[in-house]
Every structure is written in C-alpha cells, then in structure tokens.
C-alpha cells in the first residue's frame, strides 16, 4: 500500500478527532460566571476606576476585528486595501493582484520545466504567488509601523506644548501635521482632512487607529476618550502617556537586544536544511532529484517542511515577547 493514502487517512482520522472534540468542550463554566460577574459590577457601579475601566473595554471591544478582516473594513477586499495602505507605498489593488498572478504563473512555468511534475509546479507557484506578496507588504507595514512609533512621543510631546501655549487640540493636531515628518505626520494630516470635511475629531482619530492598528496611537485614542469623560488636564495626560511610550520603546530595544543571539540561531538552524540541499541539488541534481518525481520522497519532503515550520513558529514565539 502507498504511503501517501495511509498520512491522508492519518490526518482526517486526526483533524476529525479534534473537530469533534472541540465541539462538545463547552465553554468554561467558571470563567463565564466571573465574566458575567465583572460586567454586572462594570454596568452598575459608581467607582470612578470602575466606569473608566469600562469606557476603556468598550474601546478596545469596538476595535477586534473579525477573524478573515482588519479593523474599519467590511470586506476581505477592503481589508486588503487597508494593507496596501498601511504598508505607505502607493500601491493598489490591482497591482497587488497583477504582481500575485505573474508571480504564480512564473514559477510554476519554471519548476515545471525543472521538474516535470506538474502538481508540484502548481503547489509552488501558488505559495510564491500569494504568499511573497503577503511577506513584503507586511515587511513594509512593520517597517512604516517602527517608523511611527519612534516618532510618535515626540509628536506627543509637540501636542502638550502646543496646548500648554494655549492652542485647542484641533490647532495642535494640525501643527503635528505640519511639523513632524514621515508617517506621523501623513496620518495627523489624514486626521485633519477628515475634521475638515464634517468628521468629529474622536470618529477621525478611531478611523486612523483601526488603519494603523497599534498598541501607542489606541493608548492615544483612549486617553483622549477618558479625558473627555472624566476631565482633568489634557497636557500632563499626554506628557505621561509620552513618557510611558518612550520607556515602552527602551524596553523593546532591550528585549530585542536580549534575544539577538536566539534569533541568530533559529536564522541560521532553520536555513541549514535548504542551503544544503541546493548546494547538493546543484552539485549532484540526479541524486537528489527524486524529491521532485517519487511520490514517496515528494511526501516525505513536504513532512519535513511542515515539521520545520512548526519548530520555526515555536522558537519564533519563545523570542517574541509582548510589551
């Protein structure tokens, strides 16, 4: 009997046992009972730590998204588009799409004239094509997401003095527009665009965090949405929370720092495997060939790709701390 029937029976008899397993395990009775407990104490209490905190869960409530979209879309394709849009480059939809099918169609032509083996080719081509556009777009929404948060205390820090000065925090949202460079200040002149044209200033600046969908620009919307609840002094609020960014920021320069040396090894453990096995492909083809016509080796190949992304997801999450 083949090999490849008996891992597909293997992994429907497996996949079938967890379904079934997940759908009779219920929810937790104790933690839904203390969950039912807070929000009665949340709804009816008249602590002021109690009514901020629930201001505060219903902000972060508003902003999950569901679990195929982004914050503010309706759609798979506008979650797209916020992608494209996040990531800074100018890019559009059909650019993206272009760029995916050409990718597809070229490396499956190429592997197939490589290998002959058409399924293969087809496998291939489809995770080049949609998953290498999916890499860079989100290299570049990472990398437009550092940009901002280094610059993001001192647009803060811009906005205190400007209210210190006396200004209103339209004004001072506009002077941050003006003044600071990069994507802290395309995003505050989006923000004032969207005041300018008939939008409140707390619906512009909840539309901007659910496009950039970072943990320093909802810390700004919610304290902007508490002060406006509770009062107080707007400039020694923002000054805090500017100084609780910067420490945030040395902490994950310290951790990055700390973990450097794992990353490393992870880097180079896990690009071991596809070095040697092009140098030997490219050194001796026909020993290694096999991997790409036998069915036997085509499965055991693709085993140990996913036994490799398993031990690569889990040392990726043993360096990877949240702050």
């Known amino acids: 009997m083949d090999l490849l029937p008996i891992l597909l029976i293997a992994f429907g008899l497996t996949a079938s046992i967890a379904l079934v397993a997940m759908s009779f395990s219920g929810p937790s009775a104790t933690k839904e009972s203390a969950r039912r407990l807070q929000t009665l104490r949340y709804r009816h209490s008249e602590n002021t730590i109690d009514k901020v905190e629930a201001q505060l869960r219903k902000a972060v409530a508003a902003r999950k998204p569901k679990l195929h979209q982004i914050a503010g879309s309706s759609s798979r394709i506008e979650a797209l588009a916020l992608r494209l849009h996040r990531a800074g480059k100018g890019w559009t ?3 993206y799409i272009y760029a995916s099918v050409g990718l597809t169609i070229g490396v499956t032509v190429l592997i197939f004239l490589m290998s002959g083996a058409l399924p293969l080719a087809l496998g291939l081509g489809m995770l080049v094509g949609v998953g290498l556009p999916h890499l860079v777009v989100g290299h570049c929404i990472k990398s437009r997401g550092t940009k901002f948060t280094a610059k993001f205390p001192d647009a803060i820090e811009l906005l205190v003095r400007g209210l210190r000065s006396g200004l209103p925090v339209t004004e001072t949202l506009g002077v941050v527009a003006q003044e600071v460079p990069g994507p802290v200040g395309e995003e505050f002149k989006l923000v004032i665009e969207r005041i300018k044209i008939g939008r409140t200033m707390e ?6 965090a659910d496009r950039l969908n970072t943990p320093e620009f909802s810390f700004f919307c919610i304290t902007l949405a508490i002060q406006r609840e509770t009062g107080g002094n707007l400039a020694e609020t923002l000054s805090n929370l500017a100084d609780v960014l910067r420490k945030r920021a040395q902490m994950k320069l310290k951790i990055k720092a700390m973990s450097s040396e ?43 790709l996913v036994w490799m992304s398993i031990g690569g997801f889990i040392m990726a999450k043993m360096v990877s701390f949240e702050i």
């Open 93 to 95: 939809l059909s650019q």
């Open 203 to 208: 619906e512009a600046l909840q539309e901007t």
């Open 262 to 304: 794992s990353k490393a090894s992870a880097y180079i453990v896990g690009a071991l495997p596809f070095i040697v096995f092009g140098l030997i492909y490219w050194i001796n083809p026909t020993y290694i060939g096999g991997f790409f016509t036998e069915d036997r080796l085509i499965v055991t190949g693709l085993g140990g």
